[in-house]
Nanobody, 118 residues
Framework: QVQLVESGGGLVQPGVSLRLSCAAS????????MGWYRQAPGKQRELVAR???????NYADSVKGRFTISRDNAKNTVYLQMNSLKSEDTAVYYC????????????WGQGTQVTVSS
């Protein structure tokens, strides 16, 4: 079992930076692929960025060059550094943990709101 707690969301102006954190507990964090997803009002949840257990990463096209995902296995934490924020980045951001071993284990955080507005 993995518990995920996000933090770092808020209301910011366009162009500024924000860093989200997701603290994990309860299992072997380093074996999990970690991801950040977001869901804007009226839209489906979408993948923003993912970092695998080997630290390889992939990003949605809309955030490439602006967002960076990283993980600190010693602190059981994954981060999402968001730079040059745009109004279209406004959404609830969710942390996700996934591991496939015999079956797929997947967990979600409760979400943190990011609002980009002038």
């Amino acid at each position: 079992q993995v518990q995920l707690v996000e933090s770092g969301g808020g209301l910011v102006q366009p162009g500024v930076s924000l860093r989200l954190s997701c603290a994990a507990s309860g299992s072997i964090f380093r074996l999990y692929a970690m991801g950040w997803y977001r869901q804007a009002p009226g839209k489906q949840r979408e993948l923003v960025a993912r970092i695998d257990s080997d630290s390889s990463t992939n990003y949605a096209d809309s955030v490439k060059g602006r967002f960076t995902i990283s993980r600190d296995n010693a602190k059981n934490t994954v981060y999402l550094q968001m730079n040059s924020l745009k109004s279209e980045d406004t959404a609830v951001y969710y942390c996700n943990a996934r591991r496939t071993f015999m079956r797929t284990y997947e967990y979600w955080g409760q979400g943190t709101q990011v609002t980009v507005s002038s």
